[in-house]
């Protein structure tokens, strides 16, 4: 007779509604599952019908787009003051609703795009911990522009930017957002409001690990960064640890897989010979990048497996998918954590998102960074200089367009260059290092178990600071 399991606390996790943030939220979730705390997600009607996680609950809460998520809204500053206003009511709800069950909510984990999700639960006399789903790099240059210590737009004649306990950044490795703020204000906005309320979250946690980001230790009394409790890297554990059973994937898919197609044609390639390009769910290519990819992945001579959405179809090179038939599959979406654990892959052409740059570390696959927009700049530096697990792609202009020659020289590098063999002995360092974070006596995995014990405690007076911001 299977053993019934018995909760610890009631752990209530809030994403922001894309594939990008629900990942690593979901995920945190069934984490604090498997150490016995019952955890809800809290979603969007319109998101709420692509979650399942074995052990994890599914609750709706509105964001005032219900049929359509904020791709009906009317731009990203008018969806996020509606998920405000509609976001809070309805958190509130699910609040009260489990009050006078047996398993009343003791702590809101919330995407720390969400900042009115702390109030609600400071509002209700329950714990609140931000997540952030950046680098802690990244997250510290956030803070300081939020404090006033970084002036906006960076310039170049500032450069390099020098911060106590960061590595050193140069003008091509900062996010977009810093160097031309107008051009993004509604999500310079966004980023910035995560640290409106901070100073009252009860943790600060961020999706990352100590090995891969405390490596430059500032003097005592220098450091001016943020210092968050790192939990990470939060991705299924079969690629891990293995301690969660049948964690394979996610668990949440806002898009249908074509695995089947993916795998067939992948067993039939020799091990270490094929790469992977994908730029994620986000990122929108002009015709001319695509171009310029497409033959160069060609004249490669590389076998590829291209992630294409549908949406972009259209910008291929006429006669392309014909002309390469015998090299590559175009695909419009794989799963992706399968693919990059697959022995066939050699190297992976990525947009450097931080999800599919942790997940590119946890499984050892060496990269060519394509960065476009936003923290994929800073993650890109990483990449090549920091972790030293592959190579930046360089632009041919302002327009962000690499050239064909270029990315066949990149992919010469990665896949069999003179530096290829030093880059996949790193990548298969970082792999290890991920994995020792979250198995057992990790560091990420004491600094989990540590907030479990908290929130199972229930007592607020004693309010746990291990993560936050040093002023």
């Known amino acids: 007779m299977k053993e019934e399991r018995v909760w610890r606390g009631h752990v209530v996790v809030v994403p922001y509604p894309s594939q990008g943030h629900i990942n690593p939220l979901l995920q945190f979730a069934k984490r604090l599952a498997s150490k016995g705390v019952q955890a809800t997600v809290a979603t969007t009607h319109y998101t709420v019908n692509t979650i399942y996680a074995p052990n994890v609950s599914v609750e709706a809460i509105s964001d005032g787009y219900d049929e359509g998520g904020h791709g009906h809204a009317s731009d990203t500053g008018a969806y996020l003051k509606a998920f405000k206003t509609f976001g809070s009511k309805t958190l509130s709800q699910l609040i009260r609703k489990f009050e006078t069950s047996d398993s009343p909510v003791t702590c809101v984990v919330y995407d720390s795009f969400l900042p009115w999700a702390l109030d609600v639960a400071i509002q209700h006399g329950v714990y609140g911990a931000a997540f952030f789903t950046n680098s802690a790099t990244v997250s510290s240059l956030l803070y300081r522009i939020h404090h006033g210590l970084l002036t906006l737009p960076v310039k170049v004649e500032d450069m390099p930017l020098c911060i106590p306990g960061l590595h050193k950044l140069g003008y091509p490795d900062l996010p977009s957002f810093l160097k031309a703020p107008d051009s993004y204000p509604a ?103 695509m171009e310029e990819i497409a033959w160069g992945l060609r004249g490669s001579d590389y076998h590829f497996l ?91 202009d302002n327009n962000g367009t690499v050239r064909r020659e270029e990315l066949q020289f990149c992919l010469r590098e990665v896949m069999d260059g003179e530096r290829s063999q030093e880059m996949k002995k790193n990548a298969a360092k970082w792999k290890e290092l991920a994995k020792n974070a979250v198995s057992e006596g990790g560091s990420s995995d004491n600094n989990i178990n540590e907030f479990v014990a908290q929130v199972c405690t229930g007592n607020k007076e004693e309010k746990y600071m291990n993560g936050g911001l040093i002023n």
């Not at 986000?282 to 015709?287: A, E, F, G, N």
């Not at 450097?352 to 946890?362: K, M, Q, V």
Request: aromatic content about 10%; charged content about 20%; overall charge negative.
């Open 187 to 289: 999500y310079l906005a966004m980023t910035l409001s995560q640290y409106s309320n901070l100073h009252q979250a009860h943790w600060i946690l961020g999706n990352t690990f100590d090995d891969l980001e405390l490596q430059f230790p500032a003097a005592e009394g220098e450091c001016e960064v943020w210092k968050g409790t790192m939990i990470g890297p939060m991705i299924p554990s079969a690629y891990l640890d293995g301690r969660i059973e049948d964690d394979r994937g996610y668990g949440a898919s806002l898009w249908k897989p074509l695995d089947h197609k993916c795998k067939k044609w992948l067993e039939l390639k020799p091990a270490g010979s094929v790469v992977y390009v994908s730029f994620g769910s986000m990122v929108v290519l002009t015709p001319k990048q």
């Open 306 to 396: 291209w992630v294409v959405k549908e949406s972009e179809h259209g910008k291929l090179p006429e006669g392309f998918i014909e002309a390469t038939e015998e090299k590559g599959l175009v695909v419009t979406w794989c799963q992706q954590l399968e693919l990059l654990a697959h022995e066939a892959i050699g190297c992976f052409v990525t947009h450097c998102g931080w999800n599919s740059t942790l997940e590119a570390l946890c499984l050892g696959v060496p990269m060519v960074g394509v960065p476009k927009f936003a923290d994929q700049f800073t993650n890109a530096k990483f990449i090549e200089d920091v972790w030293g697990v592959g190579v930046r792609a360089k632009e041919e």
